[in-house]
Nanobody, 123 residues
Framework: QVQLVESGGGLVQAGDSLRLSCTASGRTGSIYVMGWFRQPPGKERKFVSAIRWSDRNTNYAASVKGRFTISEDNGKNTVYLQMTDLTAEDTAVYYC????????????????WGQGTQVTVSS
């Protein structure tokens, strides 16, 4: 089993930046990809970004590309999501995910999930 713990969420104003962290523990050797998803109120969970630990290959949802940056520290088993130029549309619960997904943008492809951290952007 792998446990994921997110941190860094909060209330910010439009245009601000925020950095989320997700630290993995347990059987971290089974992790091939770590990703971020988000779920706005009343909506479905959607892909934000993912990073492959072996070569740090990354991908992003079109809505965040150029504003968000995913990175990882393998030594700390931690992945980060640096978010800049935030807008009200970024308001959501952000979830960290990990596993060996065949498609990194599909939530169901991940085996492990964190509890989520709330990000609220006021306009």
């Amino acid at each position: 089993q792998v446990q994921l713990v997110e941190s860094g969420g909060g209330l910010v104003q439009a245009g601000d930046s925020l950095r989320l962290s997700c630290t993995a523990s347990g059987r971290t050797g089974s992790i091939y990809v770590m990703g971020w998803f988000r779920q706005p109120p009343g909506k479905e969970r959607k892909f934000v970004s993912a990073i492959r630990w072996s070569d740090r290959n990354t991908n992003y949802a079109a809505s965040v590309k150029g504003r968000f940056t995913i990175s990882e520290d393998n030594g700390k088993n931690t992945v980060y999501l640096q978010m800049t130029d935030l807008t009200a549309e970024d308001t959501a619960v952000y979830y960290c995910a990990a596993g060996y997904p065949d498609r990194t943008e599909v939530a169901g492809a991940y085996a492990y999930w964190g509890q989520g951290t709330q990000v609220t952007v006021s306009s």
